[in-house]
């Protein structure tokens, strides 16, 4: 059994009311009750937090290398663009995490097609709406599960 968590960035807590046609209808509660379901289902715990402030994320990754979390689906949102600092923890506690975006995000605007995280992630999911989580979720358990 593994232990995974879900990180969510600034604005994902209006998911279902925000721009939908970008960012779909379901409500972040939505996929994360999905997600927990499928997680317990194969014999995984996973939690997530969902944080508008920068520190806070930070403080959740260090406390997840406490925790014992092996690894991490990461929606950085707007951070993505912008957070040294979250790279930074994501790069001290050594724990693989896949980034993971409800948009496409080489698509749009050119201050958007930047990732501080990409480059240092398992792998990049992004353009499937809520479905990207599950896409990141499925490509961890297949780690931890080989086929």
């Given at each position: 059994m593994a232990r995974i968590l879900v990180l969510n960035g600034p604005n994902l807590n209006l998911l279902g009311s925000r721009e939908p046609g970008q960012y779909g209808h379901r409500?972040?509660?939505?996929?994360?009750?999905?997600?927990m379901r499928?997680?317990?289902a194969c014999g995984h715990d996973l939690y997530h937090i969902q944080e508008n402030s920068e520190g806070t994320l930070v403080e959740a990754v260090h406390k997840a290398a406490v925790?014992?979390?092996?690894?991490i689906i990461i929606n950085p949102a707007a951070y993505t663009h912008t957070s040294i600092a979250i790279r930074d923890a994501l790069l001290g506690v050594r724990i693989?995490?896949?980034e993971v975006h409800l948009s496409a995000i080489s698509?749009?605007?050119?201050f958007r097609q930047f990732s501080y995280f990409s480059d240092i992630a398992m792998g990049v999911i992004s353009g499937f709406q809520g479905e990207s989580y599950m896409l990141a979720l499925q490509a961890i358990i297949n780690q931890?599960?080989?086929q």
């Open positions: 409500s972040l509660e939505e996929i994360m009750e999905e997600l499928f997680a317990g925790e014992g979390v092996e690894y693989p995490f896949v698509a749009r605007e050119p931890i599960e080989p």
